[in-house]
């Protein structure tokens, strides 16, 4: 089993920054991939972006490409994404979620995950 808590969301106006963290249970941490998933009022989760089990593979969808950055500490289990340039579209609850594989690929699907945290909002607004 393994537990899942997210925080740094919160209200940020367009353009700016923010940083999440994920803070997980467990010794296995270090060897499975993590994935960053949101969900939009009205909308369904979506993949954000994933990284394998040692941080040197990672994929992200074409929404955040360029402008959010996955990364992980495996000896504070702990994954992490950097936002940057927010929009309003960037709204939404924000889940961390485990994948029991190693491999990033894996980690893209909603459908796909073993774990999920509980979420942490983000509100780009001016």
């Known amino acids: 089993q393994v537990q899942l808590v997210e925080s740094g969301g919160g209200l940020v106006q367009p353009g700016g920054s923010l940083r999440l963290s994920c803070a997980a249970s467990?010794?296995?941490?270090?060897?499975?991939?993590m994935g960053w998933f949101r969900q939009a009022p009205g909308k369904e989760r979506e993949f954000v972006a994933a990284?394998?089990?040692?941080?040197?593979?990672?994929y992200y969808s074409d929404s955040v490409k360029g402008r959010f950055t996955i990364s992980r500490d495996n000896a504070k289990n702990t994954v992490y994404l950097q936002m940057n340039s927010l929009n309003p579209e960037d709204t939404g609850v924000y889940y961390c979620?485990?994948?029991?594989?190693?491999?990033?690929?894996?980690?893209?699907?909603?459908?796909?995950?073993?774990?999920w945290g509980t979420g942490t909002l983000v509100t780009v607004s001016s």
């Open positions: 979620a485990v994948r029991k594989r190693s491999s990033a690929s894996y980690a893209t699907s909603v459908g796909a995950m073993d774990y």
């Open positions: 467990g010794r296995t941490f270090s060897v499975y991939a």
């Open positions: 990284i394998n089990y040692n941080g040197d593979t990672t």
